[in-house]
């Protein structure tokens, strides 16, 4: 009787969202930037439930969301796919990012698409969605991983594209400037279709959703 009274505690305690697990992926710009204050906020409202995040590229969280690994994910989508969800959070502009010795960088004027095809670009989990990228063809360089795509971009190998949220502030050796026409990408909240979601990962869901829109005001995102 009492490890039935202890079982029926414990669901309980779950289905009031007292105790719990969420477990989500997460892609690297997000996570950094605007989920701290999320769950900063989420942990005082609901500090019995654990909280695992993975930070992966949109290929990775979209994959890691479709084969159950995680409760859900916040990214692009890589690739439409029908089992899943998404659910849009906000636009994040995209930009050129080089060396301050590149010669891009000579000028603060916004850099045309065209501009790039007399240059050596490295691709990103990022570029190789666009579809502006996708007609100029294969270039020789793809950095998915964003550490290893600043050290190169240090290195003056060659330019990238990067939302402004990925956009590393920490260094002086690389420049951002504006791409004209404007492009963006959109950053969604996915789930699998027709999975109910345990009390612990709705409540994280449900205040991802409530507070992004003043994260994404902070930031100068556009919301979606």
């Not at 989500?24 to 906020?41: G, Q």
């Not at 995040?53 to 796919?81: A, C, M, T, Y």
């Not at 899943?84 to 010795?101: G, S, V």
Request: net charge neutral.
């Amino acid at each position: 009787m009492r490890d039935f009274d202890s079982a029926i505690y414990d669901l309980r305690a779950t289905s009031e969202r007292r105790i719990g697990h969420v477990s989500m992926a997460v892609v690297p710009s997000v996570a950094t930037n605007l989920l701290p204050e999320i769950i900063k906020t989420f942990s005082a409202e609901f500090p019995g439930i654990n909280l695992h995040l993975d930070d992966d590229s949109s290929r990775g969280v979209q994959h890691r969301v479709e084969r159950n690994e995680v409760d859900f994910g916040i990214g692009s989508i890589w690739k439409p796919n029908k089992v899943l969800e998404f659910t849009p959070l906000f636009a994040d502009k995209l930009q050129l990012i080089c060396h301050r010795d590149h010669k891009l960088a000579k000028t603060t004027k916004p850099v045309r698409w065209g501009q790039l095809d007399n240059v050596t670009f490295l691709d990103t989990g990022v570029t190789r969605t666009l579809r502006t990228r996708q007609d100029a063809g294969e270039s020789r360089f793809d950095f998915p991983n964003i550490t290893t795509l600043v050290a190169m971009l240090r290195s003056n190998l060659g330019v990238s594209i990067l939302p402004s949220l990925a956009i590393p502030t920490s260094t002086s050796e690389l420049v951002s400037r504006p791409l004209v026409p404007p492009e963006s990408r959109n950053i969604y909240l996915i789930t699998r279709k027709g999975w109910t979601l345990s009390p612990a990962a709705e409540a994280m869901m449900d205040t991802i959703i409530r507070e992004t829109p003043q994260q994404v005001k902070s930031y100068g995102l556009t919301p979606l």
